[in-house]
């Protein structure tokens, strides 16, 4: 491991690591971070190049990203842990949860999508265009180049084929808002796909996780107690 993630931790128990979105931190999940801490050992962390953590030479990648976290748990002798990751996160998890499928005690996948075809046209045409020009301008930059990478990771990124999704054996909740920028049919295929999957949709837009989170978190919570 080229760098060393920067991380949040409160609790003693079982370990629950959080996986923030694109271009966020750790503190994005300052509301579960408590929530959670009674009953597990809650680690928040900050992604390649996100918040507090290095940028570090390696691709700026999903696929990067879930070695990073298979780092992380090896250097820090965690050797299953509850998952939840949301946007980005949830795509890191799902890659990570299809190599390692024995490090994941249970996978909550919060507005995850598959493909850049999984997200609303409206919302993808604005990150593809923002994309070209922030690329247009990474060698003359440093912001530009540092966008092109974030945004790069929402047009180039992830690359998961459904069929793929047999591979994860850990308990799954599948959760998305109403009004989610992942179209509703793309949730529902992810849940799909996962052997056993439970899906919940959630009053709310993306940000359910920060914006409505007594009920994200009842409902994770609630999924939690099934598998005990």
């Known amino acids: 491991m080229d760098i060393a993630l920067y ?31 009674d009953r597990y050992r809650v680690i928040a962390l900050d992604t390649r190049g996100h918040g507090r953590s290095p940028r570090g030479s390696k691709p700026f990648t999903i696929e990067q990203f879930s070695c990073d976290l298979y780092d992380f748990m090896e250097e820090h002798a965690i050797p299953e842990a509850v998952i939840l ?101 793309h949730t529902k295929e992810i849940a799909k796909n996962i052997p056993n999957a439970r899906l919940s949709i959630v009053k709310g837009n993306h940000f359910i996780a920060n914006k409505r989170y007594h009920t994200f978190n009842k409902e994770v919570e609630g999924f939690l107690r099934t598998i005990q």
Do not use: W
């Open 85 to 185: 990751g949301f946007s980005d996160g949830a795509n890191i998890a799902m890659k990570f949860a299809m190599k390692y499928p024995d490090r994941v005690r249970a996978l909550i996948l919060n507005g995850g999508n598959l493909n850049p075809g999984g997200v609303k046209m409206t919302t993808q045409l604005l990150i593809e265009i923002g994309y070209k020009i922030a690329k247009r301008f990474a060698s003359k930059s440093p912001k530009a180049k540092r966008n092109a990478e974030l945004l790069g990771l929402m047009v180039n990124d992830p690359n998961i084929e459904g069929d793929e999704l047999a591979k994860i054996t850990a308990p799954t909740l599948v959760i998305c808002g109403t009004n989610d920028m992942i179209r509703e049919f």
């Open 7 to 37: 991380y949040q931790e409160k609790g003693k128990k079982e370990p629950f690591i959080l996986l923030h979105g694109n271009g966020e931190d750790g503190s994005y999940f300052k509301h579960q971070i408590d929530y959670f801490s």
